[in-house]
């Protein structure tokens, strides 16, 4: 791996293994990170691209109940940063024929969106009968969402929704329990968790002075 480019994440502070990391970013010849904070691992790449925020641009995201939601644009970004969509659909006109196909004639995250509507079709994830104006309707919709689901479903796997196996029941695998490899003792009686906090949230790129 010659490059890489990390978007809006900072693995020098969240990832697990450390040293593996910070090796493997060591051999790099060029390191990309696009994010609205330079957080620490923006502060060591050899190129940073400003996101904007999420009140600074429009899209849909889905959270983990399937459920499609549509952020409005608030206000403009500030700077020269720039929407994940934007930077994108800029950085491919640097090269020849890509932009076009890639993304021909997107000019706008609905683009996207239709795109991803026409590739989810079919698929468990189907998203096809969804519309920016529907989205904010009913103030999200649940995925699969088309003809039989026009309203989208809210929940996932019934009697019109099998699961998808050759007998359209859910395989339920049973496997060994084993301990935890560092149990809680005596000597050590405690756990430690190194999860999210409301003051210390993701990995301190909004909070940490």
């Not at 990390?6 to 790099?28: G, M, Y």
Request: with cysteine.
């Amino acid at each position: 791996m010659k490059a890489l480019w990390i978007t809006a994440t900072n693995p020098l502070v969240s990832f697990v293994n450390q040293d593996k990391l910070r090796k493997t970013l060591k051999k790099l010849d060029l390191l990309v990170v696009q994010d609205a904070f330079l957080g620490d691992t923006a502060q060591i790449a050899d190129v940073v691209f400003a996101a904007a925020t999420w009140g600074e641009k429009e899209g849909v995201y889905t959270n983990s109940e399937r459920r499609c939601n549509k952020a409005n644009k608030a206000v403009e970004p500030i700077g020269e940063a720039k929407s994940d969509f934007d930077i994108i659909l800029e950085f491919s006109k640097y090269f020849e024929g890509v932009n076009e196909m890639l993304f021909p004639n997107w000019s706008q995250p609905r683009d996207a969106f239709e795109e991803w509507k026409k590739v989810s079709k079919g698929q468990l994830c189907d998203y096809s009968g969804m519309s920016y104006e529907l989205i904010e309707e009913l103030g999200g919709i649940q995925w699969p969402c088309n003809e039989q689901f026009p309203k989208g479903s809210k929940r996932l796997y019934t009697k019109d929704i099998p699961f998808r196996t050759s007998d359209k029941k859910a395989k339920l695998v049973c496997v060994q329990w084993h301990p935890m490899a560092e149990p809680v003792s005596p000597e050590f009686p405690v756990i430690l968790n190194t999860g999210r906090t409301v003051e210390q949230w993701h990995t301190r790129t909004k909070t940490r002075i």
